[in-house]
């Protein structure tokens, strides 16, 4: 037989402060002190986050890779070159118009990339913070790396800004073809 004791009275000052609080997430492992030493650790920090993540990753810098993609998205910009992520897409596709030379977005694109949304959107939220904060350190001397004044802290904040700001495509949306590959009709998209 098992017996609980009940206790009427609050925990004394004394005995909160004697008593840790244990965190039962496992331990992070350490970061390397060496940037260019990150990438195995760096991944299997990934592994631990979104296991389905990893099989898109690029070798080599990938911490470079994160913070120079980050900065480039702060200035509104996606940058084709140096992406931390390989990630294969069905053909981008149109619906075309009776007008010649007329044609439409279609809504099948959006789901091109649903795979990889969901893999980040699942990744839960204070694990992402806990794992960010612990690497910190040598996203910002990544950071430091491309010489600019202020810090990746501020960059990481404008990028997120930038992204929330895009507004959903609610409309049919006009393109135009003036080589290979389609742009928005409307420039302001």
């Known amino acids: 037989k098992r017996t609980t004791e009940v206790i009427d009275e609050e925990p004394s000052e004394e005995m909160v402060k004697e008593t840790p609080i244990k965190d039962k997430r496992p331990a992070l492992a350490k970061v390397p002190s060496v940037l260019s030493e990150s990438d195995i650790d760096f991944i299997q920090a990934v592994q631990n986050l979104a296991p389905k993540l990893v099989t898109w990753m690029t070798p080599d810098q990938q911490i470079r890779k994160w913070v120079y993609i980050i900065d480039n998205i702060a200035d509104g910009n996606i940058p084709i070159q140096n992406r931390p992520l390989a990630y294969d897409m069905d053909?981008?596709?149109?619906?075309?118009?009776?007008?010649?030379?007329?044609?439409?977005?279609?809504?099948?694109?959006?789901?091109?990339?649903?795979?990889?949304?969901?893999?980040?959107?699942?990744?839960?939220?204070?694990?992402l913070v806990r794992y960010y904060q612990h690497w910190l350190p040598l996203l910002n001397k990544a950071y430091d790396e491309l010489g600019r004044d202020d810090n990746f802290e501020d960059r990481l904040i404008q990028a997120i800004e930038n992204v929330l700001a895009i507004q959903s495509l609610n409309e049919k949306v006009a393109l135009k073809q003036p080589s290979v590959f389609y742009v928005y009709a409307n420039k302001d998209l």
């Open 91 to 127: 053909k981008f596709q149109v619906d075309n118009s009776t007008e010649e030379g007329v044609f439409y977005l279609s809504g099948a694109n959006f789901k091109r990339t649903e795979l990889l949304i969901n893999t980040f959107t699942q990744i839960p939220p204070a694990e």
